[in-house]
């Protein structure tokens, strides 16, 4: 039986992304920040007579992560790792710059670590990122560097270390950088992306970023265009590649859209 790891799993797309791999055969670790939510949508899922299970996990908590990470030494390896846990945040100033790329970039880099031992050979890592990630929000400048085939994660830790210090100081327009802290965290998790399946390479473990288009969800709205099914659909054929799949893109619809 194949094992998915989902974050961000409560509700929205990580909720219907979870119940799409429980219904393709998955055991699924449904895991979210908030104890009381992800087992009650665990539980539902399981009367459904899906394999679900249900974990706490806050991706911005260090402590968290390692705890999962020892949790899930004791489980087979994982098959499917889906980083879809977000964050937006109201206003724009240093602080919510901080926690905006902790909850999307910093996360997931966290998480992707924490378990690349627990990962099967074949495992697929999939990052649920957005269009708004399209280098070009960004200058000239930055998206050579993010772009750039040496790209490290030292290098994308400055980057995220200069945009905030940037915003504090009033100076990332001149910087290059959008005032759009979201925007933002999905270029460096984007960055990443391409960074790991680097790493990876001579392995068949892929990497792949998947934006899902604007869905109607808590953080898309009512007045988006396109259904959770939609959105997710995206996401687990990301997830369910097989070792002749493709690494190191980044997907709509899983059609290869531009960085």
């Known amino acids: 039986m194949p094992i998915a790891v989902v974050t961000g799993a409560n509700r929205g797309l990580g909720l219907e992304t979870v119940r799409s791999l429980a219904r393709r055969g998955y055991r699924v670790w449904l895991t979210g920040r908030d104890a009381d939510n992800v087992t009650a ?33 004791d489980e087979p390896p994982i098959d499917a790792l889906i980083n879809n846990a977000g964050a937006t945040f109201s206003g724009f100033n240093a602080e919510v710059a901080q926690r905006t790329l902790d909850a999307n970039y910093r996360g997931p880099v966290r998480l992707s670590a924490a378990l690349l031992p627990r990962l ?28 750039s085939p040496t790209l490290t994660r030292e290098q994308l ?34 960055g990443f992306t391409r960074v790991l399946a680097r ?10 970023a998947v934006c899902p288009g604007w869905v109607k969800t808590r953080m898309g709205g009512s007045s988006a265009p396109r259904t959770l099914e939609q959105g997710t659909s995206g996401i687990v054929w990301a997830a369910t590649l097989d070792a002749s799949g493709p690494t190191g893109g980044f997907f709509r619809d899983a059609k290869v859209i531009a960085w």
């Not at 649920?128 to 280098?135: A, C």
């Not at 790493?199 to 792949?208: D, S």
Request: hydrophobic share 45%; charged share 15%.
């Open 41 to 73: 949508a665990a539980s539902a899922l399981s009367r459904e007579g899906l394999d679900v299970r249900s974990a706490t996990l806050d991706v911005t908590s260090p402590s968290s992560v390692n705890a999962f990470a020892e949790r899930m030494g």
């Open 120 to 147: 099967a050979v074949n495992a697929n890592i999939v990052m649920v990122s957005s269009g708004m990630g399209e280098l070009g929000n960004l200058s000239p400048e930055l998206q050579k560097r993010l772009i």
């Open 157 to 190: 830790d400055q980057l995220a270390t200069e945009f905030v210090n940037a915003v504090a100081r009033g100076t990332h327009g001149a910087a290059g950088f959008p005032s759009n802290a979201y925007s933002v965290s999905k270029a460096l998790l984007n």
């Open 199 to 208: 790493e990876l390479a001579g392995t068949t473990r892929r990497v792949n």
